[in-house]
């Protein structure tokens, strides 16, 4: 049997056999050792009607099975093929479930073979897979598929999957085997057979793997210390930019397709003399520039001759993953000198060998998403020379899990103890002391300027690129943010005394007997602080519900309510003040009797470091509710600040989150960041207002020290490739009624889109209009005529959102916030853009709401200084997702006539690229983008 596997995929009506739903189509194929030996094909006639939507799925249709067999006739066939075999499908669940169905619906037994269900071995043997769905994991592999969504070929491309799963599989050493063993029986998959015989083999092999260590029955992957580069002589600024940027350059020799782009040597020189000069500097290079490399060259320069380190800040992930699988492997081909770079995160991010180790003794009572978070990091172990996390897509509740075994779960590492050289964390710190440059992200950035410079190396040089998100992401990490869910599931988690798969419970039952009464304490201690955060947060959801003034909405349509100075005003909000004190209380109580064990072991020596570390872990994260709850409810800070309360009306009645941040960070960044800095480069496509850095400059706090501007522009003809429309007949927008704008918006969707052949991004501001207009469209549209991919109703990540546009000839993607950013869709896979509305925060938004009250304070006009700027430089950055190169070309179509119309509507047009602009009736400007295209 084990040298014999049979490949099943199945084409059905629908989603469930208990819902009648038949199979129309099942691809068979037939592996024997390791080697395909047969495939098999065939259509059934499923005595129904194939739904639209799976015959535009998978181009099956009513003829193509009028005169199939039903499925009785090849019953017995079917159960012959599988005799003596695994049975293998891509999600076993469905195909089984279906087979059996019809097998028992023929009058035979069921199929009870050993199975293996390749999407789960797949997340377990190849963690590092972008995806698990069928398509994307052959992609991954290098595996061609060359007719999706139809039974053979699905059969076919997942046997070739099975085979290279066995190979993984048979590669892996002799520890990870043993204990993926031992996790084994709560697998879907049937692999005893598979591992125990490998195993075997090994058992008995002289073999060893030079890349992998072994260290208390854990094995992953050696990783090799950054090498100090030797001194060499560097030149000089100017030829050093000559030898790369010109004619016959090394870029040029070592780039295809190379356009020389006076911008890039204008920006590095710009780096350069900030670096010089001892001065800040605010750079805004527009999309083209090839920014990341023009500042990446000076600053290697800088650093390997000053031997100085330079710090190189990121807001998105995606952009760090450019710098280090694209940019930075191009420049160690055209720079002439040796230079090293490091990747530096939170502690967070990086797995502790240590706690791992120690949680894999643990887990009888582990649940599936568990066991097979635990199995995917074995594999995983095997091949991070990082142990970054974020490498790796963990199931959702795998996260809670890791949580435990991150770095940070570990608390101060002895650098005696034997993990500590193997510690991932301490390598990527020693890997940044030695690096000329550190790539790291605002957050860890805005961490390590507000907690005395603990996170980073010293440095006195930095480079911000997305730089427009720094000011933000420095007042969300100088705030705070509390919530329900979290307090409630850290408590679930903690857990009761006689709850052995629960944090405490794990740690004290060996000693339950002897610490009896305090063990009684804290189970009614635990009871009296969960009833309290219940009543707590429901009495905020319905305080909130409760006022009658305007509630914003967030993106994700959450109820957003700004609370100031509220114990003066309304006698409820002192009810709330006394049950978040009452709370508090309970909490000091819990701290009391986990120090009350801890003396207790102490004096009888019974606990290890593990368990010391864990309740120490416990107490810190009580305290820390604690303090939370100071700083939101109980006591008032005299310092400008926006404070709100967001709830969720469609979820529960406590589903509560509370948050604060400064009103005005400015001079905190002035004070304890560029004081302290030599030079920092802050760079973004969007730094301007009509051509002005003053909002920006007063924004971080720049406005009293030495810096210089410069703006970068962009190679591209946006007169020639671009034309801007705005319709001058719309309905007038008004907020209590947005139907008729939002119809007439869906209209104008599908106007262009068969102009343009769908191929079209719709940046909405709000989510609650997203929703609406996407059911307007599948109301309007013909099925199949356009692939309709919405945020937050289409299931995905950004990322997969944006593949899904770009793998159909004719979608539309309609988004909102993230998407206004960051999303480069290059090429004839976007064709129109489409701006629904001016990118204004509603007035009532608690930020937007505490920042403009600050401002009246200070005499400021809260529109002008703060409102109009994040406005603008929202819509630069939404008008930048169309032209991504020099040979791109489209429409970008504005909904809101106000950027015609409106006294401050000429800030948001001389903010862009200079472009044809016609403003005119929505039939003229579809005749206008006929003749465009």
Request: proline fraction near 4%.
């Amino acid at each position: 049997m084990e040298n014999r596997y049979v490949v099943i995929d199945l084409e059905t009506t629908g989603h469930s056999p208990v819902n009648d739903d038949k199979i129309i189509e099942a691809g068979i194929v037939v592996i024997e050792n390791d080697q395909i030996i047969e495939t098999k094909s065939s259509f059934f006639n499923p005595n129904k009607s194939i739904p639209p939507f799976i015959t535009n799925l998978t181009g099956i249709n009513n003829e193509d099975v009028k005169d199939a067999p039903f499925f009785h006739d090849k019953a017995d066939e079917i159960i012959s093929l599988f005799k003596d075999s695994y049975l293998v499908a891509h999600n076993v669940p469905f195909d089984l479930g279906f087979l059996n169905a019809e097998l028992r619906n023929s009058g035979k037994n069921a199929l009870n073979n050993p199975i293996i269900d390749t999407v789960e071995l797949s997340r377990i043997l190849f963690p590092q897979s972008p995806s698990y769905k069928l398509s994307q994991l052959a992609e991954f592999l290098d595996i061609y598929h060359d007719d999706p969504h139809r039974a053979l070929s699905d059969a076919y491309v997942t046997a070739k999957i099975l085979l290279k799963l066995k190979e993984k599989l048979f590669s892996l050493p002799y520890e990870t085997l043993d204990t993926l063993l031992k996790l084994e029986n709560r697998f879907k998959s049937d692999l005893t057979s598979l591992l125990s015989n490998r195993l075997k083999e090994l058992a008995f092999s002289t073999e060893e793997d030079a890349n992998v260590e072994v260290f208390q029955g854990l094995a992953f992957k050696k990783t090799e210390s950054i090498a100090q580069p030797s001194s060499t002589d560097i030149q000089s600024f100017g030829d050093f930019l000559d030898v790369i940027y010109e004619e016959n350059g090394t870029l040029q020799q070592n780039m295809n397709y190379y356009e020389k782009r006076m911008g890039q040597r204008e920006m590095s020189e710009a780096v350069f003399d900030s670096f010089q000069g001892k001065k800040h500097a605010l750079i805004e290079a527009e999309t083209g520039t090839g920014k990341s490399l023009a500042y990446l060259i000076p600053a290697i320069h800088d650093s390997v001759k000053s031997k100085q380190r330079i710090i190189i800040s990121t807001y998105t992930t995606q952009l760090q993953s450019q710098l280090l699988d694209e940019d930075i492997p191009l420049l160690e081909k055209i720079v002439p000198f040796p230079f090293q770079v490091a990747l530096l995160k939170g502690k967070s991010h990086y797995i502790s060998l240590e706690k791992f180790a120690h949680e894999l003794q643990n887990g009888n009572k582990d649940n599936y998403d568990i066991i097979l978070t635990k199995a995917m990091i074995l594999v995983w172990l095997t091949e991070t020379e990082t142990g970054d996390i974020d490498e790796i897509n963990l199931p959702a509740s795998g996260y809670l899990f890791y949580k435990n075994v991150s770095t940070e779960s570990e608390g101060v590492l002895d650098p005696y103890s034997p993990w500590f050289s193997k510690s991932y964390y301490q390598k990527a710190k020693r890997r940044a002391q030695q690096a000329n440059i550190i790539i790291t992200n605002h957050a860890l950035l805005s961490t390590d300027i507000f907690n005395d410079n603990q996170f980073l190396p010293s440095y006195k040089k930095v480079i911000i690129d997305e730089a427009h998100h720094f000011e933000e992401t420095a007042a969300h990490h100088y705030g705070l943010k509390l919530d329900y869910i979290t307090i409630q599931y850290t408590l679930n988690q903690i857990g009761h005394s006689h709850e052995n798969n629960k944090l405490l419970g794990k740690v004290i039952a060996p000693y339950a007997l002897q610490v009896e009464n305090l063990m009684k304490q804290w189970d009614d201690i635990l009871d009296s602080t969960k009833y309290e955060v219940e009543e707590l947060f429901r009495t905020l959801y319905h305080y909130v519900l409760g006022m009658r003034r305007d509630m914003a909405l967030s993106d994700i349509g959450r109820v957003q309510y700004r609370y100031e100075k509220e114990k003066e005003d309304y006698k409820t909000w002192n009810v709330i003040t006394e049950m978040a004190t009452r709370l508090t209380f309970y909490f000091k109580d819990l701290i009391h009797v986990i120090s009350s064990l801890e003396q207790k072991f102490d004096q009888e020596e019974w606990l290890d470091k593990y368990d010391k570390e864990d309740l120490n872990g416990l107490k810190v994260l009580l305290q820390n509710f604690i303090d939370s709850l100071e700083i939101l409810i109980i006591s008032d800070i005299d310092i400008p600040q926006a404070k709100w309360i967001e709830i969720d009306t469609k979820g529960k009645n406590n589903a509560v989150y509370l948050y604060c941040e400064p009103t005005d960070i400015s001079s905190l960044l002035a004070e304890q960041f560029f004081d302290e800095k030599e030079s920092v480069i802050l760079t973004s496509a969007t730094l301007t207002m009509a051509n002005s850095f003053s909002f920006m400059v007063e924004r971080l706090g720049l406005s009293n020290k030495p810096y210089i501007t410069q703006k970068i522009t962009s190679p591209f003809s946006y007169r020639d490739q671009v034309q801007l429309l705005i319709p001058n007949d719309f309905p007038e927008i008004n907020y209590r009624n947005m139907d008729d704008f939002i119809l007439a918006t869906s209209e104008t969707i599908l106007d262009l889109a068969n102009i343009t052949d769908g191929r079209m991004l719709v940046l909405f501001t709000s989510y609650d209009m997203l929703k609406k207009s996407y059911k307007i469209l599948k109301e309007k549209m013909d099925i199949g005529q356009y692939m309709l991919i919405a945020q937050g109703i289409t299931s995905g990540s950004r990322s997969r959102l944006k593949k899904n546009f770009q793998s159909f000839n004719q979608s539309i993607l309609l988004g909102t916030s993230s998407f206004w950013e960051g999303v480069d869709i290059p090429g004839d896979d976007l064709s129109c853009l489409m701006i629904v509305r001016l990118p204004f925060q509603p007035p009532n938004h608690p930020v937007y709401e505490a920042k403009a009250n600050y401002l009246k304070t200070k005499r400021k006009n809260p529109f002008m200084e703060y409102s109009l700027p994040n406005a603008v430089i929202r819509f630069k950055q939404g008008f930048g997702r169309l032209i991504r190169s020099s040979n791109d070309r489209g429409i970008v179509f504005v909904c809101d006539a106000r950027v015609i119309k409106a006294r401050y509507g000429k800030y948001f047009i001389n903010s862009i690229p200079e472009v044809p602009i016609t403003f005119d009736s929505t039939n003229e400007l579809m005749e206008k983008a006929k003749k465009w295209f």
